[in-house]
């Protein structure tokens, strides 16, 4: 799809909106489409005069201005920015977005842009990267605890990455989802079943922020209307997973080589994976799950439905805050203790003999995983019990592709922030 640049950039939320209709199930993806999305915000104050933003100078800085570099085409996802000083701030704010709000920021000190005099350019590289797309960037200030002046906006069209699932080149079945890149991790903003929605007016939109200690936080404020603008029996499908991701999910969605992440690899031959997690919640009135995942392939080649062979062979979820109303499956097992809790186990012998999920007992806003427990628990249950059960096998031949962290989306509103998301062997 043709995507324009704009000529505004929206102040009060960095944001990462993703809307339309997709292809395929939890793998797929669609591109940000205008439909469907509802974003807010303030637009650059000042009057503009020639692209520039008008205002007085003072001595050793500036009160608005133009930002300088980079601009056009770029050969890299992750540019050097360089804007002009302001004098007496205390901080600065680079602010990267799409057409749709798909973007990220970084806040940085005037000592570390090299900037603190107040005089002459700032200068700063942010670890986030968003890839084939055209975007604008602007940079914000922070004057004596309040709002400083804002630079204009610059647009800029970054380069396709090979481990990013192209958005504006993009021409294959599946359409790709807006995503930001950061150290081992995808940030991806996953709707992947929206096209049961009949009520097109749905929203997600995906922040991603670094801090000027260089930590990343995601968060995402959805609004997936009610329960009954999904059709007669669409408010028993999830919508969507807004997720982050270590590992290779898809051909095209890969946040790190094997030597960075250590996947993908056999069951059989996995480390001790332990998964940390941390998560708030705030004006929440929906339907969802705070859920973590993987795919086991029949193979090392890891790919799904947007490639040119989907090799999915298993999926195992972990449930650790769980929805009012839905439940994963069958119920199989309750009470089961895998790394020192209480879970109950589902299963889905008559749609998908290929899936199990873990439900906390004890729902967590934080904790940390042994994901190998969860995985060598149902080789062994699903190997003692798949005749009887009528499903399949983790078989220990299989490869695991990606850890996932998201929400599955029924309906509702809210916004939802992970403050941590880590995955160290």
Known sequence: MTIKKITFILLSATVLAACGSSDSEDTGGTTATTAGTTTAGTTTSGETTGGTTSGETTSGGTTSGEAVAPSGLLDTGRPEFVWPAVAGAEQYRIVVQDVNG?????????????????????????????????????????????????????SITTPVSPNMQPIKSNTGTCEAWPSVAYDKYVVLNNSWNSKVMTNDSWSQIINVSEDANGAVSSSWTYDWLTDSDAGQFGEFEVKAYPEVLYGPKLGTHVSGSKEETGLPELVRNLPEFVVTYDFTETNTDAERNVALESFFHDSCSIQGPCDEVDNRAYEMMIWVNNPTIRTPGDLALTGVMVDNKLWNVYIKPRSNKHYIAFTAQTPSTSGTINW?????WTVQWT???????????????????????????????????????????
């Open 102 to 154: 798909n973007g990220y920021d970084k806040r940085v000190d005037p000592v570390t842009a090299g900037c603190q005099t107040g005089e002459g350019t700032c200068s700063a590289v942010t670890s986030m990267g968003y890839f084939d797309n055209d975007l604008t960037w602007s940079v914000e200030s922070t004057v004596n605890g309040a709002a400083g002046p804002t630079s204009d906006p610059i």
């Open 372 to 376: 190998k427990r969860f995985v060598d």
């Open 383 to 425: 190997d003692e019990n798949s005749e009887a059960r009528e499903i399949d096998k983790l078989d220990p031949d299989f490869c695991m592709g990606a850890i996932e962290i998201g929400t599955e989306m029924w309906w509702g509103q809210g916004t939802f922030t992970l403050n941590k998301f880590e995955v160290t062997r």
